[in-house]
Nanobody, 124 residues
Framework: QVQLVESGGGLVQAGDSRRLSCAVS????????VGWFLQARGKEHEFVAA????????NYADSVKVRFTISRDNTKSTVYLQMTNMKAEDTAVYYC?????????????????WGQGTQVTVSS
């Protein structure tokens, strides 16, 4: 069974940086495409960033393209989301998701496994 555990959330000030981690266990990690999504209160899941298994291909939402960076360390079975110049509108629960595929996936329901989420609150 594949399990995903997010960490790194918390309260930050506007303009600060924060790094989220998504630890993946079970399965062959390098086979998994991984994506990050956010869910603000009362809203649907929103795509943030995604990476393929090798780490060679990534995709970002326009709202975060110049501020966030997704990366992965296949030796640690972990995917990271480095967030910089954070804004109040980044406040949300952040989830990671995984699927055994070579593609970079942009939609929540394209994934097969999801974590429980980590809360990020940006104070202005």
């Amino acid at each position: 069974q594949v399990q995903l555990v997010e960490s790194g959330g918390g309260l930050v000030q506007a303009g600060d940086s924060r790094r989220l981690s998504c630890a993946v266990s079970g399965g062959t990690f390098r086979s998994y495409a991984v994506g990050w999504f956010l869910q603000a209160r009362g809203k649907e899941h929103e795509f943030v960033a995604a990476v393929n298994g090798s780490g060679g291909s990534t995709n970002y939402a326009d709202s975060v393209k110049v501020r966030f960076t997704i990366s992965r360390d296949n030796t640690k079975s972990t995917v990271y989301l480095q967030m910089t110049n954070m804004k109040a509108e980044d406040t949300a629960v952040y989830y990671c998701a995984a699927r055994d595929t070579t593609w970079v996936l942009l939609t929540w329901f394209e994934y097969d496994y999801w974590g429980q989420g980590t809360q990020v609150t940006v104070s202005s």
